[in-house]
């Protein structure tokens, strides 16, 4: 599929189908301008504009550029392989959630900075009864403090985020929702993100946020993305998790226009 032909209705319905069957799509060999990659996912449903400055691309504010080309380094991705990943989902802790995710690969390093996503249907699916059941019980506290807390543990300074230090909304999910396309369970969370479960002391949520990411994201339920320039990838934020991976962001250029679209339901466990 082109995206720089705009969908027709049936070509949409095709798309949301199989995002939400596969939960990641992956269109190869796409040769597209900001504004292609605007009609195409406007197609699909409203989209954000991009808040941060750093990010935000003249005269298209619906872009997220992330990379380390242009304005300042944008990144998702841990300084090395040594330290965390950042698992998350994106726009988990605004008031709207982002539902889907379109990144298109304008640069990319010749090693690393691969994206790794992971299904969430799995990670539900694969708890105990026992867990399966509690686990619907429970609120997450979201956060962009989180996010912060993650970037000031590196060094890869005047990366993603706002201010440190500034005051962040907390937005409460429920751990365990319904697809609204399927009706199927997944786990909606971030390993940096989710700051807290409502009612928990702090060390026994994060104690808990880890573990549960060692037991979602392992990975016998990951695919990889190995980027290759002119691939565009759009994912189902409502039923993978996403990370990226260290690349040599001194040396090596890595650039990537985002598109978001804004969740367009509240979701609940039905
Ligand atoms: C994103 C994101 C990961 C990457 O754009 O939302 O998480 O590998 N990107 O750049
Ligand atoms: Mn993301």
Redesign the pocket.
Known sequence: MKLAVVPGKAEIDQIEAALERYGVLIFPNQNIQPQQQIAFSAALGPLEETELEKARLEGHEEI?V?GNVGKGLV???PEDNEQELEW?T?HIHHKVAARA?L?YAKEVPAQG?D?LFSCMYHAYDSLTAEQRQSYCEIQTINSASGLEHFLSKQNLSGTTGSQVGRKHDEVIRPLVRAHPLSGRKALYFGNQITIGIVGWEVDRSRCFISDLTRHACQPAFQYRHRWRVGDAVLWDNRRVL????AYDVKNARRL?H?TTLRETEPINLI
């Open positions: 997220f992330v990144s998702f991705s998350h994106d995710s990144l900075g994206t996403h990370a990226g991976t990537m985002r």
